[in-house]
Nanobody, 126 residues
Framework: QVQLVESGGGLVQAGGSLRLSCAAS????????MGWFRQAPGKEREFVAA????????YYADSVKGRSTINRDNANNTVYLHMNSLKPDDTAVYYC???????????????????WSQGTQVTVSS
């Protein structure tokens, strides 16, 4: 099993920025698509961003496009999510996910991912 451990969540003022990190165990990190999802109170879990195995392709939800950057450091088994211009609507529990089976056409589908972090709370105050 792949273990994913997040860091970087917390309380941020609206308009501010944060960086979430997700570190993976094992030696096969570079074989996984990596994704970020979030679940706001009373809402369904939704796709945020994803990145291909080598980092050459990235994907973003419309709600965060232009404000977010996903990148990965395969040498350190870590994927990052940078978010700028944070809004109260960004408040959610954020999860990272690893997808050995993910392809481009299912990159936004949470069931495509096999391993999940425990989630970290991001709260954006107005």
């Amino acid at each position: 099993q792949v273990q994913l451990v997040e860091s970087g969540g917390g309380l941020v003022q609206a308009g501010g920025s944060l960086r979430l990190s997700c570190a993976a165990s094992g030696r096969t990190f570079s074989t996984y698509y990596m994704g970020w999802f979030r679940q706001a109170p009373g809402k369904e879990r939704e796709f945020v961003a994803a990145i291909s195995r080598s980092g050459g392709s990235t994907y973003y939800a419309d709600s965060v496009k232009g404000r977010s950057t996903i990148n990965r450091d395969n040498a350190n088994n870590t994927v990052y999510l940078h978010m700028n211009s944070l809004k109260p609507d960004d408040t959610a529990v954020y999860y990272c996910a690893a997808g050995p089976r993910v392809t481009r056409v299912v990159v936004t589908t949470q069931t495509s991912y096999d391993y999940w972090s425990q989630g970290t709370q991001v709260t954006v105050s107005s």
